[in-house]
């Protein structure tokens, strides 16, 4: 579960801001926060803020440390150090990840100089319960130095760590978590002790999961492990006029008439690496998405093709559609279904505009269903929203919101809810427009405006 988010001179974050789910005092719906006897941590966290405040870096931030851990340096990233301060370019960027990972607090951070994609130190460690560091792993690439720490017992574990270590010295492109991750098995075979390394990485790949407005989330993976009728149930509960889905099989040629060439031919080549590699007990297949349609590719026993996709019937039970005739609406449900369902236990979810293409109140039931779940399971789910009717119905927790400002410097800052101390007395949703919170709010300039409407009615 993720504990603490921090980040410094990375778009519009300048000085480090520090996301946290640590749980507040609050007695209320304690039900749903996580807790062992060192930590309490909510599982859902909602933040607001003016249009162009800074929500969305917050999510391109968790995406950039994801995509620098599983895939390297994405594109783009020389510029994305805070711009409106030109001497940031020759600092470093720095992100630091908090997690609660078998119950022990584990702590990631790495530097990068972005101007010229030079990583300059990465730390990996455990925080104890007295608030000692026992570290994992530590690299500093300026200084030349990589060393194995005092986590470890076994020697045969440090030395195979330190001999990785050091060869990874030369690469200031790649992050240590994710050289140690790929090709590596028979290492963590012969040295069970370093599979901490190994835990934390499938964090990043696996557990967690980001999505902005024009992406999809993780492309319905759920339709090959859950039950149809759970996913109908829920659907339809949630008002969407669906009462029944089933997966159809697609013929060959439709698909390869409508998909490029050269991605149809990989698709099927990963297929037959992951069948090969897999043996013929196994079933594997790779899930083809675009915003409106979805498919699934296998290899049967005999090696053929089959395609299928997913088909919706409404109030008549005979007549299916697929999901090109779905609306907007329903399309983006199916992508945010997920967060719902059993199969995401134990996963983080951070969503961009999680309100897109849903009315307010769809929008305020997915969350109100969401928090009930949440009494039973331990998904986390961080979203940015507009929709300030989660907070007039106050479903939500104080230590459950949290804000995004920006000063006049251009940076954005992190504010929780909690940080403005409001009267016990006092409902969140009056204070953001009565001038209690006032600087969450947009920050209009009246003269301008009427100076415009003048000028537009002479």
């Not at 945010?336 to 109140?361: G, M, Q, T, W, Y």
């Amino acid at each position: 579960m993720l504990i603490k988010f921090s980040i410094t001179n990375f778009l519009s974050f300048n000085d480090k801001q520090c996301f946290s789910m640590e749980a507040g005092k609050a007695r209320k719906n304690s039900k749903r926060i996580y807790r062992n006897k060192n930590i309490k941590l909510t599982k859902c966290e909602v933040i607001f803020g003016a249009n162009a405040s800074g929500k969305s870096n917050l999510v391109e931030a968790f995406q950039f440390v994801q995509d620098m851990v599983v895939d390297g340096l994405p594109r783009g990233f020389t510029n994305k150090y805070f711009r409106q301060i030109p001497a940031n370019q020759s600092i470093p960027s720095s992100f630091k990840i908090e997690l609660l990972l078998d119950n022990k607090h584990i702590v990631y951070e790495f530097s990068v100089l972005l101007k010229n994609g030079s990583i300059e130190e990465e730390h990996l460690y455990e925080l104890t319960t007295s608030n000692q560091e026992k570290s994992i792993f530590y690299r500093n690439l300026k200084s030349s130095i990589f060393e194995a720490g005092d986590y470890f017992k076994n020697k045969n574990a440090v030395e195979k760590l330190n001999m990785y270590g050091e060869d990874s010295i030369a690469d200031s492109e790649l992050l240590f978590l994710s050289i140690i991750n790929h090709g590596k098995e028979k290492m963590y075979e012969d040295n069970p002790e370093l599979k901490i390394l190994r835990k934390v990485y499938i964090w990043f790949n696996n557990l967690l999961t980001v999505s902005n407005p024009d992406s999809i989330l993780t492309g319905y993976p759920y339709f090959s492990s859950s039950n149809l009728n759970e996913i109908a149930n829920l659907l339809n509960a949630l008002g969407t006029g669906i009462s029944d889905l089933k997966i159809v099989e697609v013929p060959v040629d439709i698909i390869k008439s409508k998909v490029p060439e050269e991605l149809f031919n990989k698709v099927v080549a990963d297929l037959e690496k992951k069948s090969a590699k897999k043996g013929r007990h196994h079933s594997p297949s790779i899930m083809l998405r675009s915003y409106k349609e979805f498919y699934t590719f296998e290899l049967n026993d005999n090696d053929d093709l089959i395609i299928k996709t997913i088909e919706f019937s409404h109030e008549s039970k005979s007549v299916y559609f697929n999901l090109k005739e779905e609306s907007d609406g329903t399309a983006r449900l199916l992508d945010l279904i997920e967060i719902l369902l059993k199969v995401s236990d134990n996963r983080v979810f951070v969503i961009d505009e999680i309100d897109r293409c849903l009315h307010p109140a769809m929008t305020t039931r997915m969350i109100e269903l969401f928090l009930k779940m949440a009494e039973q399971r331990n998904t986390q789910l961080i979203i940015t929203s507009h929709e300030s009717r989660l907070l007039a119905t106050e479903i939500l927790r104080n230590d459950e919101v949290c804000f995004v400002i920006k000063n006049e410097k251009g940076e954005s800052i992190l504010n929780p809810l909690e940080k403005y101390q409001l009267r016990a007395d006092k409902k969140v949703y009056s204070a953001m427009f009565d001038g209690t919170l006032s600087d969450v709010l947009p920050n209009y300039n009246e003269e301008k405006m009427e100076f415009i409407l003048k000028k537009d009615r002479s």
